[in-house]
Structure formats: C-alpha cells, structure tokens
C-alpha cells in the first residue's frame, strides 16, 4: 500500500495558495470565509490526490468542529453580551461615571493595568475586551484619544488572561498538555512576565504622554449630560462587571457567566430603562442603537448583536476544517525535520520552539494549534536536556498564545473587529506586550544560557 505523503512541493503550493487567499481577502475586504474555505478546499484536494481516505479526512474535520461547539456559543454570546450591556446602561453608566473620577492623564498606561489586572481574574482574553475592554475603549474616545492606541493598551492587557491566568481554559490546556503545576509554571514566567510587564508600563506611559493633552472636557461634559439625559443612571449598574468578575474569580464557566450577565442586563433594560422587550430583543439579534440626540456620542455607545457574530462562526470552522486537514495530512513533518536537531543546545530548543508556536499559530489563526503542536514535537526532547516541564509551558504561552491578536485573519483579531470595528492593522503596532514578550522571552533565554555556559567553564577548571 503506497505511503500516504504529500511532497515538499505540494506542501509549499498549499502554504502559498493559502498565504494567497488570505492576503486578497484582506487586502479586497473579502470575508475570510471564503479563504478559509477555499484553502481548505485546495488542501483537500492535494490529500486526495496523495491517497488519503476522505471519510478520515472528513471525520477529522467534523471532530474539530464538535470540539469548537463551546466556543462558538461564546462567541455569539459575545455579541448578545455588547448589545444588552449598552441597552441597560451598563456601559454607559462606567462611561458617565469614568468621565467624573478619571482624569484624561496617561489613560492609556490606566487602561493597560487595569485591563491586566481585571484579565487575570476573568481568565479570558476576548471576554474582558468584549465587556470591560469596550468601555475603556468608549471612555478613551470620549477624552479623544485614537481608538486603535487605546485598544493596542486593552488587548495587551487582556491577553495576560490566556498566558497566566488560573482559570482560563488555554492556560489549563498549557499546563494540562506539559505535565505543568501552576505553581512551577509561575516560577518559570515570572521570569519573562515582569520584564514584559515593566517594559509595556514604561512604553505605554511615554505613548500616554503623547496623547496627554488631547482630552476635550468640554465635549466630555456634554458626552455626561446627554447620558445621563437619554437614560437612567446608578453607581448600581457599576455591580455588573464586578458581579462578572466575582463569578469568573469563582470558576463559573464564560458561557454560563455571560448568560447571567447577558439575562440580568435585559431585565434591567426592560424594567430600569424601559426598553420594549421588542427593541431589545431586535437590539440583541442585530445590536443596540443608541439615541441621545448626538452622532459622535451614540457611535460610542452603539454595537453588538448576535448576527453579527454569525460571520466569525463561519470563518472559525473555516480555519478549524483547514487545521485538521493540515494536521490530519501530516504537513508540517517537513518543517519540523528541518527545525530541530539532535545536537540543539538548550537555548536553540527553546528558540525554535517558540518559534514554532508563533508559525503554527499564524498559519492556523487558533492558538490551539499553536500550543498543542510544538508541545507534543518537543516535550520529549525537553525532556532529554533536563528542562523543566513549566520552561516548555511558558516558551509557548509567550510565543504562541500572546501574539494571536496581531494578524488580521487570526479569529481573536477577527472577534475585536467585530467588536470595536477596528483592524488588528491599525492596532497591533499598539499592541505592545504582544509583541514584546517573545523578544524578552528570547533575550532571558540567552542570558540564562550564558549563566549556564559561565558556570559550567568554571566547574571544568576547577
């Protein structure tokens, strides 16, 4: 029976004609469903032709799908989330009430820490952007500082939730696939985190520098009274996001604390704010529309919708189905021959499997991937030069995990823009922990190697 194996030129040509449609989709702006789904189409067909069975193919496509269920219920949540937040005045009460006690100095290095920290307790990355995440967001547009460095600060803070947070589920699938403890893998990160964390405060403060001057408080004030003029406002709808983190602190599941969140704020739409159940039904299928007699105010308070989320559905099982056949065809084997080498020193291991994290998760635009891979390629190598379970858990975290937000086809990208409208192209320069965090990883990494190389010359002469 001839081996079932895709050569290196059909495995170049399906990297190429997927890069390809990717790329046209963004630049034309083509849903990327349709990249998605003709790159997956174009790969199944150079598995069949190299003898693959199309009932594994499919099976494997279908599975993955399945295992996403959760998933795409947190999405569309997502935007059932947006809609009845800023229907029942959640959003615009922390908007009204931040415009009083939050001066527009260095916003921005205050929106990063306090995303950060409020990440790290929800344990979801696109689940704090989509609810605290957007009123920072509307609170920096109302001080008039660019949307996309306000969100670069926001994203940044929230991916801390997917790297190192206690209850975030591709943290858990991190330490789960290592054989890590928690506690072993935070001795391991801290190592790169605080670096990374540090670095981004001070980067983030000069940029907030930048914008220091640019808050308008006479348009703020008018922001307050049409506010507070087009709807009722109560420090009590502030108990909203605090009953949100509490439940997350608590382990209750995204879905099930977003289903809380998403019922109690359409109750209080109905019976606080006066909403029709009809409006706020059509505002949580097609997203809420605010009112308040100005244009540049009501864009600010106004998004969400479950349909909306429709499309970022299709484009996950796109890239799901191109995922599982990529890994079902076994072709990125001859990457990984190439990559790694039996005579790899401790830092080269390292490197390469960060790097390899970062490709997988750029080529599949699903961290999953970009975790689960690499882990299972080197875990035994790891092992064979004595490094530590936790080392290998946070070269991927750092790589892998933090920069998915950056590429405009990568479904968190995807999510934010549906979100807030706004392109991981304008905002990932800003995006600035992101990007950092495998540079400090890398340059940690060296420098221990040094330690290491040092301390073994010494032992020798002596």
């Given at each position: 029976?001839?081996?079932?194996?895709?050569?290196?030129?059909?495995?170049?040509?399906?990297?190429?004609?997927?890069?390809?449609?990717?790329?046209?989709?963004?630049?034309?702006?083509?849903?990327?469903?349709?990249?998605?789904?003709?790159?997956?189409?174009?790969?199944?067909?150079?598995?069949?032709?190299?003898?693959?069975?199309?009932?594994?193919?499919?099976?494997?496509?279908?599975?993955?799908?399945?295992?996403?269920?959760?998933?795409?219920?947190v999405?569309?949540?997502?935007?059932?989330t947006?809609?009845?937040?800023?229907?029942?005045?959640?959003?615009?009460?922390?908007?009204?009430?931040?415009?009083?006690?939050?001066?527009?100095f260095?916003?921005i290095?205050?929106?990063f820490?306090?995303?950060?920290?409020?990440?790290?307790?929800?344990?979801?990355?696109?689940?704090?952007?989509?609810?605290?995440?957007?009123?920072?967001?509307?609170?920096?547009?109302?001080?008039?500082?660019?949307?996309?460095?306000?969100?670069?600060?926001?994203i940044?803070?929230?991916?801390?939730?997917?790297?190192?947070?206690?209850?975030?589920?591709?943290?858990?699938?991190?330490?789960?696939?290592?054989e890590?403890?928690?506690?072993?893998?935070?001795?391991?990160?801290i190592k790169t985190?605080?670096?990374?964390?540090l670095?981004?405060?001070?980067?983030y403060?000069l940029?907030?520098?930048?914008?220091?001057?640019?808050?308008?408080?006479?348009?703020?004030?008018?922001?307050q009274?049409?506010?507070q003029?087009?709807?009722?406002?109560?420090?009590?709808?502030?108990?909203?996001?605090?009953?949100?983190?509490?439940?997350?602190f608590?382990?209750?599941?995204?879905?099930?604390?977003?289903?809380?969140?998403?019922?109690?704020?359409a109750?209080?739409g109905?019976?606080?704010?006066?909403?029709s159940?009809?409006?706020?039904?059509?505002?949580?299928?097609?997203?809420?529309?605010?009112?308040?007699?100005?244009a540049?105010l009501?864009?600010?308070?106004?998004g969400?919708?479950?349909?909306?989320?429709?499309?970022?559905?299709?484009?996950?099982t796109?890239?799901?189905?191109?995922?599982?056949?990529?890994?079902?065809?076994?072709?990125?084997?001859?990457?990984?021959?190439?990559?790694?080498?039996?005579?790899?020193?401790?830092?080269?291991l390292?490197?390469?499997?960060?790097?390899?994290?970062?490709l997988?998760?750029?080529?599949?635009?699903?961290q999953?991937?970009?975790?689960?891979i690499?882990?299972?390629?080197?875990k035994d190598?790891?092992?064979?030069?004595?490094?530590?379970?936790?080392?290998?858990?946070?070269t991927?975290a750092?790589?892998?995990?933090?920069?998915?937000?950056?590429?405009?086809?990568?479904?968190?990208?995807?999510?934010?823009?549906?979100?807030?409208?706004?392109s991981?192209?304008?905002?990932?320069?800003?995006?600035?922990?992101?990007?950092?965090?495998?540079?400090?990883?890398?340059?940690?990494?060296?420098?221990?190697?040094?330690?290491?190389?040092?301390?073994?010359?010494?032992?020798?002469?002596?």
């Amino acid at each position: 029976m001839r081996e079932k194996k895709v050569s290196m030129v059909g495995t170049i040509a399906i990297a190429a004609v997927t890069f390809s449609l990717i790329a046209m989709a963004i630049v034309f702006n083509i849903s990327l469903v349709f990249a998605f789904s003709a790159a997956s189409l174009f790969t199944l067909v150079i598995l069949l032709r190299n003898g693959y069975d199309p009932k594994e193919l499919g099976r494997s496509v279908l599975e993955g799908i399945k295992e996403c269920r959760s998933l795409f219920a947190v999405i569309l949540m997502m935007g059932a989330t947006v809609s009845t937040w800023l229907a029942s005045g959640v959003v615009p009460n922390i908007v009204y009430y931040a415009f009083s006690y939050v001066q527009p100095f260095n916003f921005i290095v205050l929106a990063f820490l306090f995303t950060l920290i409020l990440a790290y307790v929800m344990g979801t990355a696109v689940g704090t952007i989509s609810t605290i995440g957007l009123a920072m967001v509307t609170i920096g547009n109302g001080f008039m500082l660019p949307t996309h460095v306000t969100l670069g600060a926001v994203i940044s803070g929230a991916f801390i939730a997917d790297k190192i947070a206690p209850i975030s589920s591709l943290n858990n699938l991190t330490l789960g696939i290592t054989e890590s403890s928690y506690l072993d893998y935070i001795k391991a990160a801290i190592k790169t985190l605080l670096p990374t964390i540090l670095l981004s405060t001070v980067i983030y403060y000069l940029i907030g520098k930048v914008y220091v001057s640019s808050g308008d408080m006479s348009k703020v004030h008018e922001y307050q009274t049409l506010i507070q003029n087009s709807m009722v406002t109560s420090p009590y709808l502030l108990l909203f996001p605090i009953l949100v983190i509490i439940l997350a602190f608590y382990g209750v599941k995204t879905i099930y604390n977003m289903s809380i969140g998403v019922a109690l704020a359409a109750l209080v739409g109905i019976f606080v704010q006066k909403i029709s159940p009809a409006v706020l039904i059509k505002s949580i299928l097609w997203g809420y529309e605010s009112q308040t007699g100005m244009a540049e105010l009501d864009a600010l308070v106004s998004g969400g919708g479950l349909m909306r989320m429709v499309e970022i559905v299709f484009i996950i099982t796109g890239s799901v189905a191109l995922s599982c056949l990529f890994e079902k065809g076994n072709l990125l084997k001859p990457l990984l021959n190439h990559l790694f080498k039996d005579e790899d020193s401790r830092f080269a291991l390292i490197a390469k499997t960060g790097l390899l994290s970062a490709l997988i998760t750029t080529a599949t635009c699903d961290q999953t991937a970009g975790i689960i891979i690499p882990v299972k390629t080197t875990k035994d190598k790891f092992a064979e030069r004595n490094i530590e379970p936790a080392v290998l858990a946070r070269t991927v975290a750092d790589t892998g995990t933090v920069i998915a937000p950056l590429m405009p086809w990568n479904v968190n990208a995807i999510i934010v823009n549906s979100i807030l409208g706004i392109s991981a192209l304008q905002y990932a320069p800003f995006a600035v922990l992101c990007f950092i965090n495998p540079l400090v990883m890398i340059l940690v990494e060296y420098v221990i190697s040094l330690k290491r190389k040092n301390l073994s010359m010494e032992a020798s002469r002596s």
